[in-house]
């Protein structure tokens, strides 16, 4: 095997490594949800005070901010420091989380999981444009991997462990991102060139940007016409993405809805499953056809993705009227439309991003697969804040 081809394939495998680590803190917090806040249960664990959708929004929030704030400054910042420092706050919320017995401050460690996640995904997938196109699709692999391993790691762990001594296990992943790509990735030459990440997106941003640019030219390069420039950059950026980020908004805020403000209240009876049992088995689906679609790019490309949008809200539908009106006869039905919903979600994001990939510019293409990772995060807000509302709603008419 020539240097070549075994450079490619350490940045395949180590990519994957970075998929699987960077979201497995996510998926844990996710999956531990029921778990962190059953304590504060009403009625048996069936409708508590607080919903998982605190958990949520308290685990993607932060996500969002870094990935908001990122355009302006993180193009500044070394790879090598932006790594290190995804890994060092992984590493911290872990101990937090397990360590801690007041909500307040497991929501905090529950935050910095989402703060190294966020600053995980934006450094990861600019770092793909320095690779050739087919550690997207590792990426996408890793990414899903980590949600069934890691939905399914807490499950069998909490047969035999507590959900901190689990949590407190969990350490060791963000060792396995540091030793990835301090020791396994080659890192390239282009990575201590200068970032190219505020070049015009596409060919429309182009007339756009130009009045902003003669404009600077002629008065002092000062911080307002940067910032200036910099807002009128991401404008334009959205609007030519608008397609993808649209449908990866919508497919986002539907699934996260269904998970966060519906699978805590979809409690079937006729099986001897605990409340607990079946919430981490719902994860559990959900995550394998996650990592089903997500690994699927390699093999099959859609470009229409904003059919995934449409069905997932429709599935949205489905979950709303099973939570209220209990119209499914067993739970190994919920559990096939959960793989549906699973697969969904996937494909959506893997084709969204590989799309991206293709066709965007070379120079343009670091700076675009970022700002296209903010629309998830966005739909994932508006999920948790609804989930509240939908969880209190229902619950209103089982506790009566």
């Known amino acids: ?7 490619k394939r350490r940045a395949i495998i180590s990519f994957w490594l970075f998929g ?9 917090m996710l999956s531990a949800a029921y778990d962190l806040i059953s304590k504060d249960s009403t009625d048996g664990g069936y409708c508590g005070k ?8 308290a685990d993607v ?5 870094i990935k908001l704030i990122a355009p302006t400054f993180i193009h500044k910042i070394h790879y090598n420091v932006k790594v290190s420092g995804a890994a060092f706050i992984s590493f911290a919320s872990f101990i937090m989380v397990a360590s801690s017995t007041n909500f307040t401050l497991i929501l905090f ?15 990861f997938l600019a770092l793909t444009s320095h690779f050739e196109r087919a550690v997207i699709t590792s990426w996408s692999s890793g990414t899903g991997f980590a949600g069934i391993l890691g939905a399914t790691i807490y499950l069998a762990l909490n047969i035999i462990l507590s959900p901190s001594q689990t949590i407190y296990l969990m350490v060791i992943v963000p060792g396995i991102q540091l030793i990835t790509y301090w020791f396994i990735l080659v890192r390239p030459a282009t990575l201590n060139e200068p970032p190219g990440g505020f070049q015009p997106l596409l060919e429309s941003e182009k007339d756009a940007v130009s009045v902003d640019q003669t404009a600077d030219r002629t008065a002092d390069s000062g911080k307002l016409s940067a910032i200036k420039n910099t807002v009128v950059k991401i404008k334009c950026g959205v609007m030519d993405l608008k397609y993808y980020m649209g449908s990866l908004f919508l497919v986002y805020a539907s699934e996260y809805l269904i998970n966060q403000g519906m699978f805590e209240i979809m409690w079937y009876k006729n099986i001897s499953w605990s ?15 996650v990592t089903i679609s997500r690994s699927s790019a390699s093999l099959i490309h859609f470009k229409r993705i904003h059919i995934f949008s449409i069905l997932q809200f429709v599935n949205l539908i489905v979950f709303a009227c099973e939570a209220r009106y209990q119209f499914i006869p067993t739970i190994w039905i919920t559990i096939l439309l959960i793989l549906y919903e699973g697969l969904l979600g996937g494909l959506c994001y893997v084709n969204a991003f590989y799309s991206i990939y293709n066709e965007v510019p070379a120079h343009r ?4 697969l970022g700002l296209a990772s903010v ?3 966005f739909g994932i807000v508006v999920a948790g804040v609804l989930s509240t509302f939908i969880h209190n709603y229902i619950c209103k008419f089982r506790v009566s």
Not at 61 to 65: D, Y
Not at 275 to 289: D, E, F, H, S
């Open 61 to 65: 929030l932060p996500a969002l901010g």
């Open 1 to 7: 095997m020539s240097e070549l081809e075994s450079n």
């Open 109 to 123: 460690g529950v935050a910095l999981a989402a703060l190294s996640s966020g600053l995980g995904e934006v450094t």
């Open 375 to 377: 629309s998830d995060s």
């Open 365 to 368: 293409r670091e700076y675009s």
């Open 20 to 28: 699987l680590c960077n979201n497995f803190g996510y998926v844990i």
């Open 275 to 289: 409340m607990k049992v079946q919430y981490r088995v719902y994860q559990v689906i959900y995550q394998c056809g």
């Open 50 to 57: 607080i919903s998982t959708g605190a958990i949520l929004l």
